[in-house]
């Protein structure tokens, strides 16, 4: 069981090397990288890739790790025992099973996502520490294990915007994705827009990376904004040479709406146009 790129996903070799080592390890494999580098879209490749089904855990600021489980609905029972149904003398009916329920009990192994684990509390993932690593959990309301019938693939993302405790780390196999150097965004390009026009690319590619350069931005852009706007290059058909206007005055990107995503940083843009103009 092997993970390599697809005809949709370029992977580096680190990358790859990183997949198929928490694969074999068995352990989750955490994922780490600037906004739209491609962390939640490697989890669908890697499915793809080893024909495996995907299950998807997108984590909240309100998630508590209990609902990864299972949720019991007490107040549902006491309706229906309130209005004499039958059902309530069976508590499982009264059981949602949560994403690693689901997983530890397929059929095939799965590809597990625990999607920006840490826009959640800081205890979230403490709380799974023991389901994780013993692959089991107990079921309180009917007195169950639920224990993993073969250990899923588990990749779990992360945007850096809270540090995850040591315990946690210890039990995952790390890897950041570094943001693409020019060739291998233009095989990422290529698997999008295979028939996009080179000297387009090569024009975008150059003012995307000089954008990206201009110190003091709040977000620069990332692989997904540049895909959106070479999207919209080839609608508006743009010519290759507006890309490369060195006039001071042009120093904000055509469709530039595509890239800058605040108004900071538009406005710094504004403003070292103004500065070039003078």
Same mark, same amino acid.
């Given at each position: ?45 890697? +499915?793809? @890739?080893?024909? $495996? ?6 984590? =909240?600021?309100?998630?508590? $790790? ?7 609905? %007490? ?12 059902? #309530? ?6 059981? =949602?099973?949560?994403? !690693?329920?689901?997983?530890?009990? @397929?059929?095939?192994? &799965? #590809? ?7 826009? +959640? ?30 250990? &899923? ?8 915007? =809270?540090?995850?405790?040591? %315990? ?33 690319? +090569? ?7 000089? #954008?990206?350069?201009? &110190?003091? *931005?709040?977000?620069? &852009?990332?692989?997904?904004?540049? *895909? ?14 507006? *890309? ?10 055509? *469709?530039?709406?595509? !890239? ?5 940083? #538009? ?5 070292? %146009? ?5």
């Amino acid at each position: 069981m092997k993970f390599s790129s697809t005809d949709k996903y370029v992977a580096t070799h680190d990358l790859r090397m990183a997949v198929n080592a928490s694969i074999a390890l068995e352990r989750p494999l955490l994922i780490k990288g600037e906004p739209g580098t491609g962390k939640t879209v490697l989890a669908e490749e890697i +499915a793809n @890739s080893i024909g $495996a089904p995907l299950l998807q855990w997108n984590i =909240k600021s309100t998630t508590k $790790a209990q609902q990864g489980l299972y949720e019991y609905d %007490a107040v549902a029972r006491l309706r229906d025992s309130q209005l004499g149904d039958e059902k #309530v003398h069976d508590i499982s009916n009264y059981i =949602k099973k949560g994403k !690693l329920w689901e997983a530890f009990t @397929s059929e095939e192994r &799965p #590809v597990l996502l625990i999607d920006e684990i840490d826009k +959640a509390d800081i205890e979230f993932p403490n709380d799974l520490l023991h389901e994780l690593d013993q692959m089991q959990f107990h079921v309180y309301e009917t007195g169950e294990t639920i224990k993993a019938e073969q250990r &899923p693939i588990i990749l779990i993302t992360s945007n850096n915007e =809270k540090d995850l405790p040591d %315990a946690f780390l210890r039990r995952c196999f790390f890897h950041y994705i570094q943001f693409p150097d020019q060739e291998t965004m233009q095989k990422i390009i290529d698997v999008h827009f295979p028939d996009i026009k080179s000297r387009l690319v +090569a024009a975008a590619l150059k003012r995307f990376y000089a #954008v990206r350069e201009v &110190p003091g *931005l709040k977000k620069k &852009p990332s692989t997904s904004e540049l *895909l959106d706007w070479l999207k919209l290059l080839m609608v508006e058909d743009i010519d290759p040479e507006t *890309l490369r206007e060195t006039d001071g005055r042009k120093l904000i990107p055509p *469709l530039h709406g595509a !890239l800058l995503k605040n108004e900071q940083d #538009v406005h710094l843009f504004e403003r070292l %146009a103004f500065m070039t103009r003078r």
